[in-house]
């Protein structure tokens, strides 16, 4: 992970250690679902996905970045990937999107960063691609996601640039991924408190295909839905909820903003066409619901679902026929669990790994883990 850290960084993030102190949903006890998470429990689970992060802080008031998503390897532009886009609430600048839904496939990686940050990072994208291998003068399709950061974030100063994408791009990596204030997840705020990066995986039983889910989510879920907790009222609890002040903001900001974002990207090993893909992405959606959220009405909820299984990819151009298998719909329910339990998981991770995030236009404080604790016990969730 690539971390820009200028000598104008003020004091206003958690060190490291406190960001590696916080615990992920299963160290407190939450398991969500029967399916077990693959190793990392991360998006990374799925064989060839690799995640990197750019994160930047510059002065008094960026607190910004950048969160790569490469989803196989070789090059994407002449072997896409199928894919699909579904849209939850559209209220959103998410690029490439009506390419990708007119193919069914993804060509480029994926990036999420600020709202007004997704042209300079498309631009950057399309650059980086240009420089792979196999690449000639074709036309490309970056694929960029957002969320709105500026509680605590100046994204009218265009904080980022074309070397943070190169770095979050060129360090992506397998295994275990970071998560919380990082990357486009840095001035994330997610039910009143400090969001972020979140991710979490399922692994089918063998008699259910063996296949893998992974999930990661942008969460800026915000103000207008109340937190819970594998179904403890924890934002209810924690006196954190929404309409309870509703001609006021608090006295952080937290409150300032009614409406939210969330990026959520699916990744199966599973083979599956464009339109079974459709059908698992929109599941997502029933992830974030456990959480709380209503989709509100200036809320971007956007799903990007793609299969790595090398029977589903095809190269890009012949003039002969070629033939993909794909589950059939009767298959499909163990993938629509497995999707739904870890889009609700990832979404508790970014909550719980995220550290406070200040800056001179506001702060988001860290969810308090111990009164988590204490919630989920009293409610017996997370015996």
């Known amino acids: 992970m690539a971390i820009f850290l200028p000598l104008t960084f003020c004091c206003s993030l958690a060190s490291s250690a406190e960001a590696q102190e916080r615990p992920r949903a299963r160290d407190i006890g939450i398991i969500v679902g029967e399916f077990s998470p693959g190793p990392n429990n991360a998006i990374t689970d799925v064989a060839g996905v690799r995640v990197g992060h750019t994160t930047v802080i510059e002065g008094e008031d960026i607190r910004t970045g950048v969160t790569a998503i490469i989803p196989a390897d070789g090059n994407l532009y002449t072997n896409p990937i199928p894919a699909w886009i579904h849209v939850g609430n559209g209220y959103g600048k998410l690029i490439g999107s009506t390419q990708l839904l007119e193919f069914g496939e993804l060509e480029t990686p994926i990036l999420l960063t600020c709202t007004l940050c997704v042209w300079r990072a498309a631009e950057a994208l399309k650059d980086w691609i240009y420089q792979q291998p196999g690449m000639g003068e074709h036309t490309v399709n970056p694929v960029v996601g957002e969320v709105n950061d500026s509680v605590v974030n100046n994204m009218w100063a265009a904080p980022l640039r074309r070397e943070h994408v190169f770095a979050a791009l060129n360090n992506a990596t397998g295994g275990a991924v970071v998560e919380g204030s990082v990357g486009g997840g840095t001035g994330a705020q997610t039910y009143h408190w400090k969001g972020g990066i979140g991710t979490s ?43 309870k002040n ?17 990026m959520m990207v699916v990744a199966t090993d599973a083979p599956l066409d464009t339109r079974t893909l459709a059908r698992l992405a929109m599941r997502s959606m029933l992830g974030i619901a456990r959480t709380g959220s209503v989709a509100e009405n200036g809320s971007g909820d956007y799903v990007i679902a793609f299969s790595t299984n090398e029977s ?19 298959s499909m329910n163990p993938l629509f669990t497995a999707v739904v339990d870890a889009t609700e998981e990832a979404v508790y991770n970014a909550l719980l790994q995220a550290t406070t995030v200040e800056s001179s236009r506001g702060r988001l404080s860290a969810i308090p883990v111990d009164e988590v604790i204490r919630v989920l016990r009293e409610y017996s969730t997370s015996e």
């Not at 409150?255 to 974002?261: A, E, L």
């Not at 990819?313 to 059939?328: D, F, G, I, K, Q």
Request: aromatic share 6%.
């Open 201 to 243: 995986s399922r692994v089918l039983p063998e008699e259910l295909g063996g296949y893998s889910v992974g999930v990661l989510v942008q969460s800026n879920l915000l103000a207008g839905a109340t937190l819970r907790m594998n179904g403890a009222p924890v934002g209810r609890a924690l006196d954190h909820y929404a309409y």
């Open 312 to 330: 589903v990819r095809r190269v890009r151009e012949s003039n002969e026929p070629m033939l993909a298998p794909t589950l059939l719909n009767s």
């Open 246 to 262: 509703a001609h006021a903001a608090s006295s952080d900001g937290a409150f300032s903003k009614q409406d939210g974002s969330i």
